[in-house]
Every structure is written in structure tokens, then in C-alpha cells.
């Protein structure tokens, strides 16, 4: 036979229960505003393959995404993104590396992408393709279109 809660546990049930639907409200509340805050904190985008190099593009190869901030010649902070087995044209959101307070080191960033045939990141092998964005790209932007080319062309 089940016996009847007493006064306090009942009173700390209803406690208990305030405190997660309050948690609960709160987190409803303020979702749209932390989803908004961290589009703003994204590069987003496709990368597509240019038609006369599609070819150039085998089973095993790897797709990079580097995001950095050039400074004086050098790639300040890069942050590189690996794609083990991927299709084109995709769709990437990136995002830069942040600081204990939640904050990108700069407001825009370069964005490249490059396939890796050789699975080493450093090395250029023939048929590897490449695209980068002209200029910074501000956070927050969407739209961004990469579009693979060999190199140099």
C-alpha cells in the first residue's frame, strides 16, 4: 500500500517542478536570440566545382575549408574544416575560432577551399583545386560562391 508524501516533500516537488518550467520558459525565450547571435558569428555559403575541372575530382579525395585573417603577408588564426567525403555543390556555414567570452578575434575573414588528394594539408599534388573569396568576407554574411579551379587559373 503506497503511503501519502508528506507536507515537505510535496513542497519541495512543487519547488522542483517551478524551477524547471522556469529553466524551460527561459530557454524558449531566449533561443532565438542565442540562433541569432551565432549567425552572426558564421561565414555561409556553397562551394561548386568549375565544369572543365569536375574530372579532377576522385573517390578519396578530402575537402579543406581554411578561414583566416591576413595580416602583413602572413594567415593570422587559421582554422581549417575537413570534409572526408563530400558531393558538389555544398552547402558550409564556418565559423572562426573564439575567445573564452565568446568573441571572433576579428569582424571578417578570408575564406578558402581546396580539395587534398594526398591527405596532407601542407602539400600541393597535381589536380588539387582551389578557390578563395576575393577580399574579407564580413561574419554574418550568407551567399558566399566558391567555385574550385585548378590553381592558378
Same mark, same amino acid.
Do not use: C, N
Given at each position: 500500500?503506497?503511503?501519502?508524501? #508528506?507536507?515537505?516533500?510535496?513542497?519541495?516537488?512543487?519547488?522542483?517542478?517551478?524551477?524547471?518550467?522556469?529553466?524551460?520558459?527561459?530557454?524558449?525565450?531566449?533561443?532565438?536570440? $542565442?540562433? $541569432?547571435?551565432?549567425?552572426?558569428?558564421? /561565414?555561409?555559403?556553397?562551394?561548386?566545382?568549375?565544369?572543365?575541372?569536375?574530372? #579532377? /575530382?576522385?573517390?578519396?579525395?578530402?575537402?579543406?575549408?581554411?578561414?583566416?585573417?591576413?595580416?602583413?603577408?602572413?594567415?593570422?588564426?587559421?582554422?581549417?574544416?575537413?570534409?572526408?567525403?563530400?558531393?558538389?555543390?555544398?552547402?558550409?556555414?564556418? $565559423?572562426?575560432?573564439?575567445?573564452m567570452s565568446g568573441a571572433p578575434q576579428w569582424q571578417a575573414y578570408m575564406v578558402?577551399?581546396?580539395?587534398?588528394?594526398?591527405?596532407?594539408?601542407?602539400? /600541393?599534388?597535381?589536380?588539387?583545386?582551389?578557390?578563395?573569396?576575393?577580399?574579407?568576407?564580413?561574419?554574418?554574411?550568407?551567399?558566399?560562391?566558391?567555385?574550385?579551379?585548378?590553381?592558378?587559373?
Amino acid at each position: 500500500m503506497r503511503s501519502k508524501p #508528506d507536507a515537505e516533500a510535496l513542497a519541495w516537488r512543487r519547488w522542483v517542478l517551478a524551477w524547471v518550467g522556469l529553466d524551460l520558459v527561459w530557454a524558449l525565450l531566449t533561443a532565438p536570440a $542565442a540562433e $541569432a547571435d551565432a549567425a552572426t558569428k558564421v /561565414i555561409q555559403g556553397t562551394v561548386r566545382v568549375h565544369p572543365d575541372f569536375a574530372r #579532377d /575530382i576522385a573517390p578519396g579525395d578530402r575537402l579543406i575549408f581554411k578561414l583566416f585573417y591576413p595580416r602583413g603577408g602572413q594567415e593570422m588564426a587559421p582554422k581549417f574544416t575537413i570534409v572526408s567525403t563530400f558531393t558538389l555543390p555544398l552547402a558550409f556555414r564556418l $565559423a572562426p575560432t573564439i575567445d573564452m567570452s565568446g568573441a571572433p578575434q576579428w569582424q571578417a575573414y578570408m575564406v578558402e577551399v581546396f580539395t587534398d588528394k594526398d591527405h596532407d594539408i601542407l602539400s /600541393i599534388v597535381p589536380g588539387e583545386l582551389i578557390a578563395r573569396t576575393p577580399e574579407l568576407v564580413p561574419l554574418g554574411t550568407t551567399g558566399v560562391s566558391l567555385e574550385l579551379k585548378a590553381r592558378g587559373k
